[in-house]
Every structure is written in structure tokens, then in C-alpha cells.
């Protein structure tokens, strides 16, 4: 394997998924709850709190399919073919969105838009699993931080270039459906673009043809049975649902509450995104040579915290938004990526697709908890105001502190067990 992974063809491989990784990010820029364009098409819509936490959810909980798709690569034999497939599915259900508001109004809007999410992001949790594994046989264990690091480039590079552009277009034109149209069919192209990268890539089948053919239930606990991966778990349910209870709310607090411009909000995460480009590479290079632990202790530890620095933020101390803003992209990236490298090193080779895919399901549920929960407790609080250290906390802000502590227990706790093992990490 390892000559595979070094020869030019695999480089060559590499690329393409790097290429089609590109497209991912504009992708998942323009897409994401999170992201400028669809907080700014939802509030066209007339979503409120409770639907944006409905549909946060979402991703999460078709997630929990992604253990099934195991048995759908092992009957089709191609992996490369089941990956488009999905692919291809997953981009139209999501392109559907824009004709919503063409064929029915009112909250009839928003459940067309669940249900195209739903089936949206099914697809697209189904190939989940199969093109991370088929990716990362073309890489070389002793380059995987800074190559992966490197997609976490090229995802806030397309930020940088669409955030600006689009924030700037939203704050004119938000109230007309024919600039939601454009920007939607323009994404089309990089979807284009991401399966012809798959097309050109070879299908590397051996693990599935040579796999044992386990029954399934027996396959499930696998990864159960495996010590350390069995705490990785653990940590993955406890910290996406800490994280997901506060991520999804980000641009809709800065709109809603701090009344903020897309624009500005587009140039501080521009910024915000430069920096991450340039901080990427050393942290990928960090873990691989100090160690994921020490990588995920220091960078999860410094997200968590800015988290709590999220329910700071008022329209009295707006001053912190732009430095809140910075640190939470670049400490984000850098839990990303060790919890990504953490994955795979504390996975089984011979099943990382089934420890994959398993321990994204099981995240899952927790994570569709998380966006509910917290936007159940934003509606519970929303006309509450608590004076703490002569500073009115509202009910974002109240989750936003809930996250961040949460986020920190877990990595703490983690970070201990790591610590204790006896291979260094």
C-alpha cells in the first residue's frame, strides 16, 4: 500500500480530491446554516429560531445512516460509482430549494425546505463515509496532517472569495427572489465540477472485496469492543453536541439581535478566513509532530472558550465582535483537524469505514439534540434578560456560555485519557 500511496498516480489522485474538495467548500459557504447566504434566504422565507434549529439538526440526524451505507459499497463493489450516485442526488434536492418560494407561501415554505434538506442531506451523509476512507488511500500517513490541513485551505479560500462578494449583494438586494436564483445556479457549476473529479479518480475497491463478510450486527459492535475508539466516542457525542448547540445561531444572532450588516459580517469572516489560511498548514504540522493530543487539548480548550466569549457580545460591547469573530475560526480549525487526524489514528485499519461511519451515526443523535434543545431554551428565555457583572445576558447568550463550557469538559476529559495511554499520541 504504501508504494500506492507514494507514486506519482496516487499524487495525481490527491489533486483531484483537493480539486473537488474546492467545490465542497463553495458548496458547503453558500449552503451552510451557518454561512451568510442561507440565513439571509431563510429570513427571506420567514424562518424564525425554532425552524433554523429544526433544520441545524438535520445534517446530524441523517448522519445516522451513514453505518448503513457500509452494506450499499460492499454489494455495489464501487465504491467510486456509489459516491457519485449519491453525489448527484444530494445536489438535487438541494437545487429544489429555489423553487420553493415559486410554488407555495407561507410556512408551507419551510417545510418543503426540511423536507428538501432531509433528502439532501441523506445523500450526502451516505457518501460521507466512502469518500473520506477512499481519500485517504492515497495519502501517505507521514503527510496526512499538513494534507489535510490543506483542504481546510482551500475551504477558507472560497470563503474568502464568496463572502465578501455575496455579503455585498445581500445587503442590496435580500428581498428579491431573482438574486437567491442566481446565487444558487452559480453553485451548480462547482458541483459540476466536484463530480468530474470523482469521474477521473481511480476506484480503489480492495478493502471491500477482501473485507470479511461479518454479519452486520456483529459488524456494529466492532467498534464498541475497541477500547480507545469506544472513548473517542464518546468525546465525538459529547463535544458535537456541546458545539452544535451554538454553531448554527452565529450569523442569525449577528443579524437578528446585534443587527449587524451582511457586509460587515462578510468582512470580518473574510479576515477571519485569511488568517485561517495562513495558520492551516502549522497546525497540521503541529500534530504531526508533537501529537494530536496536545493539538486537541490546546486548540479545544481555546474554542471552548471562545465560546463563552460569544455570550459577551451585545449591542453595548461590539467592540469584541471582530476579535471573538478571529479566534473562533482559528481555533476552530485547529480542533477540526485533530479531531479528524484523532479519528482515523484510533480507528481500525482493516474497518475504518465501518468505525467511520458507525461513530457518525451514534454522533448524530446528539448532535440533532444539541440545535433543538437550544433553540427550545432561546425561546424559553428570549424575553428574559439576567445582569451579570452589570452586563444583561439574553437567552443567545445563555446558550452560547452552555456550549462553551460543555465544549471544554469534554476535551479536558478526553485530553486526561489520551494522556494515560500508553502509545504516545
Not at 136 to 148: L, M, Q, R
Not at 218 to 245: C, D, E, G, Q, V
Not at 376 to 382: E, P, S, T, V, W
Request: glycine fraction near 6%.
Amino acid at each position: 500500500m504504501k508504494k500506492i500511496q507514494n507514486s506519482i498516480k496516487s499524487k495525481n489522485f490527491r489533486k483531484l480530491f483537493l480539486l473537488s474538495s474546492f467545490s465542497v467548500a463553495f458548496y458547503g459557504n453558500m449552503y451552510g446554516l451557518g454561512g451568510i447566504l442561507m440565513t439571509s434566504f431563510l429570513l427571506y422565507l420567514g424562518a424564525n429560531a425554532r425552524d433554523i434549529g429544526i433544520l441545524a439538526a438535520l445534517p446530524s440526524l441523517t448522519n445516522l445512516l451513514q453505518v448503513l451505507s457500509i452494506r450499499i459499497y460492499e454489494k455495489a463493489k464501487s465504491r467510486k460509482k456509489v459516491v457519485i450516485f449519491f453525489t448527484i442526488f444530494q445536489y438535487i434536492f438541494f437545487y429544489l430549494i429555489i423553487i420553493i418560494p415559486k410554488i407555495t407561501t407561507g410556512h408551507y415554505q419551510i417545510i418543503l425546505l426540511i423536507v428538501c434538506f432531509l433528502f439532501g442531506h441523506l445523500f450526502r451523509a451516505m457518501k460521507g463515509s466512502g469518500i473520506l476512507e477512499w481519500n485517504n488511500f492515497f495519502v501517505p500517513a507521514e503527510i496526512k496532517g499538513k494534507y489535510y490541513s490543506n483542504k481546510n485551505l482551500f475551504s477558507n479560500l472560497v470563503y474568502i472569495m464568496t463572502s465578501l462578494i455575496v455579503g455585498k449583494i445581500l445587503d442590496v438586494y435580500a428581498d428579491s427572489y431573482s438574486t437567491y436564483l442566481v446565487l444558487f445556479l452559480i453553485t451548480a457549476v462547482f458541483s459540476i465540477i466536484e463530480v468530474i473529479g470523482y469521474v477521473k479518480i481511480d476506484d480503489y475497491n480492495e478493502d471491500l472485496i477482501v473485507r470479511d463478510k461479518t454479519k452486520f450486527r456483529h459488524m456494529l459492535l466492532l467498534p464498541l469492543k475497541n477500547k480507545t475508539y469506544r472513548y473517542f466516542m464518546i468525546f465525538s457525542l459529547s463535544w458535537f453536541f456541546a458545539r452544535s448547540m451554538a454553531m448554527p445561531y452565529y450569523t442569525f444572532y449577528s443579524k437578528i439581535v446585534l443587527n449587524l450588516d451582511y457586509m460587515y459580517i462578510a468582512l470580518i469572516g473574510s479576515i477571519t478566513g485569511l488568517i485561517k489560511m495562513f495558520v492551516a498548514n502549522p497546525f497540521g504540522n503541529l500534530g504531526d509532530k508533537k501529537g494530536w493530543r496536545r493539538t486537541l487539548q490546546f486548540m479545544g480548550l481555546a474554542f471552548a472558550f471562545t465560546n463563552i466569549m460569544w455570550g459577551l457580545i451585545n449591542e453595548k460591547s461590539l467592540v469584541l465582535y471582530p476579535f471573538v469573530i478571529i479566534l473562533t475560526g482559528i481555533f476552530m480549525i485547529g480542533t477540526n483537524i485533530a479531531i479528524f487526524n484523532l479519528n482515523i489514528e484510533l480507528s481500525s485499519s482493516k474497518n475504518r469505514l465501518l468505525f467511520f461511519g458507525f461513530n457518525a451515526s451514534l454522533t448524530a443523535i446528539f448532535s440533532f439534540v444539541g440545535p433543538n434543545l437550544a433553540s427550545f431554551l432561546m425561546d424559553k428565555l428570549r424575553d428574559v434578560n439576567i445582569n451579570i457583572f452589570n452586563m444583561n445576558v439574553n437567552g443567545y447568550q445563555i446558550v452560547f456560555f452552555i456550549s462553551g463550557i460543555l465544549q471544554g469538559i469534554a476535551i479536558f476529559v478526553f485530553a486526561i485519557y489520551l494522556k494515560s495511554l500508553e502509545k504516545s499520541i
